[in-house]
């Protein structure tokens, strides 16, 4: 164990130099208040999908814990203060609400070993990624597991067939169903799906519009999902844990494109409200694309990152492969951050205009 | 108690203009801390005794020490010069009480890094006589501007805020002043030296602002106050109403200016922002915006200097902290041992308290109590360790960017702290590591707990450190260069007296007709002409070009 304390790069800091006060705040502060932010959006959640959303942050979380804990112990890291952090959890409970409800056990876990061990440990750990864990996690079963990923829940009351606590837990784990239930009569297509297949087929959008899938603003279901983490988000923003920076551009580049594609053919694009509340814009603008580590850090930085982020989702979801489109999104912007921190510092105190952009370059 | 210090950054709630601030300027960043005040503010300044050894740093202002000019054994006045400046941005020293030179010797001094400089040492005498040349003077403001600031210069006033910058080169008029502005804002928690000055001398501040008027010659003078000292605002528009009912026109142009609390409006250059809403230029100083700043302690000072002929051998400090008696403001001679001033203010040594010269935002730890007060010394500040936070294990960082949301220049700390921990200096230099003012808000603010002053200071003077090398290395590599030169000049100079010489001694050898006695004698003196001479040559000519050169280069 000494040699786990001495390895520690952070220690070695009892230094006696001003300022010698300091504020309450510490890493697993803020990270105990992201995972509060998130709370209501899991409520709703559950209120929505079910027992299957429970299953999912808690083998999420429990996946991430093991592999920051395993990987800490390889890396030599002390495990401990490492772990209390908090910064897993958020991973974890991110990628557990972002993942299809009722997702399988081993779907989880390969989830959060990419997205703890591979995108956040290999890297250096807190504060050293480049890539955001959750969405790399995510982007990486999206990619290796199509059908998993896809197999939604059907919200609220369209289900079939309601599934209890222990039915979930046996479909998780066992990938088992009760007999008179197949898989196919408890999920649908997500919001962002049934649009993007319409459309394709050539359904107008307001003939999806009031489709038994979407609900007042968006899709059922997911749009008070989406109001809910709306909520979390503006309260760490009132707690300025999170500058509006990033959530208020992201909402803006997703709301002004959509907005003008709408404008311009009504039938064909579906409407800024449509796209604000589907999938997990929210989320994005909130939790996901706020991450920190993998943000750029300048005012400046922020907000150009934050419209690159809401333009990359809506041209995704548009054109792209895949109905939602916040884990790519994020992640290709995610490379972007040390370049953008470089080009936008701030105009320090006491230089020129023009003499301090030059000094940056 | 920790969340309590930090209640509210500034950019949480925009400043309202206050009526006597018409141009209030927004500083950037900045956070509001608790002021704990009200624990020495309340009484009007004692003045301490003077204690029986006072110990006097060469070195008590920014610039070059001074030199002594009194020797062991002499007897000194108080007031008396006992050491003169040495260059232009230096300051004299004066014995602060009459006694008997014991020592000029290395002392421990308030530093951060506990180091030791040379200091005179003085045993009192008890009778706390002033030098004959200490007169009052009737009517400083006859006197011309070139008059009074050499008189600031000799009584060794340097800024009493802190910095303890000469004076008198702050007031050399450069350019046409526009704004004197006269800094009583004392952002720091805990120090309430400026603020009891201001409380019971605010008549002595505004006759030194009127003579500092008298030499840069403002438009107008702003005496600024933070908004957390009603009483010391109160005092000063009495002041200044006072001699404008007395009939001084000159009062008309000064007025009190109430800054928001906030840390680190105090700081030159931020109360420049604040007030008017200029920035001084990156690298220079405020004097090219029209503008001098000086500390309501310095203005006081200048006062005594000028009316009472008094140079600067004592100030008032603020001693407080939770673990003291008789926490307050005191007048203290310049050389006071610290645990003298400290055993008057009640303190009982205690196993685990720390005292902080200054505030507990940019002071420094004090480990030898033997130190003395010197001309920065505005607080002394004793704390538990308890409530002192130890930097506690330290996290990474997670870029959370609080300590830039907080940076008064706007820097970004979080990466200077990235490319200090990598010693990335010339990264470093393009963050503008040098504008950073070490207020330390973005430590206070880490989450992640990271020391991140002291990578900065680390980094800052690891950067000059290298500028001075390269400075080295770039003599001596002219120098090995001018060397080179020479050796090769010497060498062919040499080559071509041999080649004469041979020449020559061709020209003799065929007359040559008694080689016996000759030769020997001839071979000698060719000896001792060409090979000793040569070795002379080589070696002590160079030498002595090599001081020249190095003379010019230090030049």
């Not at chain 2, 033997?370 to 505005?378: D, E, F, L, M």
Request: with cysteine.
């Amino acid at each position: 164990m000494p040699l786990r304390q001495s390895t520690n790069q952070q220690s070695g800091n009892n230094i006696v130099s001003a300022p010698f006060i300091a504020s309450g705040q510490s890493i697993s502060g803020v990270m105990r208040h992201v995972i509060y932010a998130l709370c209501p959006a899991a409520v709703v959640a559950f209120y929505c999908f079910g027992w299957g959303i429970l299953t999912n942050l808690v083998i999420a979380c429990a996946g991430a814990l093991l592999w920051e804990s395993l990987m800490l112990y390889l890396r030599n890291r002390p495990i401990t203060s490492y772990v209390t952090d908090n910064s897993a959890l958020v991973t974890a409970i991110l990628l557990g609400l972002a993942l299809p409800p009722m997702a399988p056990w081993w779907l989880l876990l390969t989830g959060t070993f990419f997205a703890i061990a591979v995108a956040k440990q290999l890297y250096g750990g807190l504060g050293y990624n480049a890539l955001n864990p959750a969405m790399a996690g995510y982007a990486v079963l999206l990619i290796s597991f199509p059908r998993e990923m896809s197999a939604w829940l059907a919200p609220l009351a369209l289900p079939v067939a309601d599934l209890g606590f222990f039915e979930t837990v046996a479909w998780v784990i066992f990938n088992d169903l009760p007999n008179d239930v197949t898989f196919d009569t408890f999920t649908s297509a997500t919001p962002l799906d049934y649009l993007r297949t319409e459309i394709s087929r050539g359904v107008s959008f307001s003939e999806v519009r009031v489709s038994p899938v979407v609900g007042a603003i968006a899709g059922k279901g997911v749009e008070w999902i989406n109001l809910a983490v709306l909520l979390g988000g503006l309260w760490l923003c009132y707690k300025k844990l999170i500058s509006w920076h990033i959530p208020v551009t992201v909402l803006a580049g997703l709301g002004v494109l959509s907005g003008a594609f709408h404008f311009y053919a009504p039938e064909r694009f579906a409407d800024p409200g449509f796209h604000l509340f589907s999938g997990a814009t929210m989320l994005c603008a909130f939790f996901i694309a706020t991450d920190p580590v993998t943000a750029p850090v300048t005012p400046l930085g922020k907000i150009i990152y934050g419209f690159l982020i809401g333009f990359l989702t809506y041209i995704i979801r548009t054109w792209g492969g895949y109905p939602d489109a916040v884990a790519f999104a994020v992640l290709l912007m995610n490379f972007t951050a040390p370049l953008l921190d470089q080009y936008t510092q701030p105009r320090i105190y006491g230089a020129g205009q023009r003499k301090g952009g030059a000094r940056n370059g | 108690m920790i969340k309590r210090i930090l209640k509210k950054t500034l950019w949480q709630k925009p400043l309202f203009l206050k009526r006597q601030l018409k141009k209030a300027k927004q500083l950037q960043g900045g956070i509001k801390l608790q002021g704990f005040k009200s624990l020495s503010n309340a009484t009007p300044v004692q003045t301490l005794p003077v204690p029986p050894q006072l110990i006097i740093p060469l070195k008590q202002h920014i610039g070059e020490a001074a030199k002594p000019i009194v020797n062991v054994g002499s007897q000194v006045y108080k007031g008396q010069i006992i050491a003169e400046p040495n260059g232009y941005i230096s300051s004299p020293v004066h014995a602060s009480s009459s006694g008997v030179v014991a020592a000029i010797e290395a002392r421990p001094i308030p530093h951060a890094s506990h180091i030791r400089e040379t200091c005179i040492v003085i045993h009192t005498d008890g009778k706390d006589q002033w030098h004959p040349s200490v007169q009052s003077m009737p009517k400083p403001l006859a006197l011309s501007a070139e008059d009074l600031r050499r008189r600031i210069r000799e009584a060794g006033i340097a800024g009493l805020g802190g910095a303890v910058f000469p004076s008198a080169v702050k007031l050399k008029p450069t350019s046409e002043i526009g704004t004197l502005i006269i800094n009583g804002v004392e952002c720091e928690p805990y120090i309430t030296c400026d603020d009891v000055l201001m409380r019971y001398h605010a008549d002595a501040i505004i006759q030194g602002a009127l003579l500092l008027a008298r030499i840069v010659r403002p438009r107008k003078i702003v005496v600024a106050i933070e908004d957390n000292k009603p009483q010391a605002c109160q005092s000063i528009t009495n002041a200044i109403n006072r001699f404008k009912a007395a009939g001084v026109t000159a009062a008309n142009t000064i007025h009190a200016a109430q800054v928001p609390e906030i840390f680190p409006a105090g700081g030159e250059k931020q109360l420049i922002k604040v007030l008017t809403g200029k920035e001084v230029p990156s690298g220079s100083l405020p004097y090219e915006l029209g503008i001098v700043c000086l500390n309501v302690g310095t203005t006081a000072a200048i006062y005594d200097a000028l009316y009472l002929g008094q140079p600067l051998v004592s100030r008032i400090m603020t001693v407080t902290g939770e673990g003291l008696d008789a926490p307050g403001n005191y007048r203290v001679s310049l050389g006071t041992p610290i645990h003298y001033v400290l055993a008057h203010a009640g303190f009982a040594r205690q196993q685990n308290a720390e005292v902080i010269m200054g505030g507990p935002m940019m002071g420094v730890a004090i480990a030898d109590h033997a130190a003395p007060v010197v001309k920065a010394t505005n607080c002394l500040l004793i704390k538990n360790t308890r409530q002192i936070r130890q930097p506690a294990a330290s996290m990474p960082c997670i870029r959370c960017g609080q300590c830039a949301t907080v940076c008064p220049i706007r820097l970004l700390p979080q990466q200077l702290y990235w490319h200090a921990r990598s010693k990335a200096f010339e990264k470093l230099a393009n963050y503008h590591i040098d504008d950073c003012i070490e207020c330390g808000c973005c430590q206070v603010v880490c989450p992640a707990k990271l020391p991140l002053v002291h990578y900065f200071r680390f980094a800052k003077s690891e950067i000059k450190a290298r500028g001075r090398e390269r400075k080295k290395a770039d003599v001596s590599r002219l120098r090995n260069e001018a060397r080179c030169v020479r050796l090769e000049k010497i060498r062919i100079e040499q080559e071509e007296r041999k080649a004469r010489r041979k020449a020559i001694r061709k020209q003799v050898k065929p007359p040559d007709t008694n080689p016996d006695q000759s030769m020997p004698v001839s071979s000698n003196a060719s000896s001792s002409e060409g090979v000793i001479p040569e070795a002379q040559t080589e070696e002590s000519p160079p030498l002595v070009k090599h001081e020249d050169q190095a003379k010019t280069m230090v030049r």
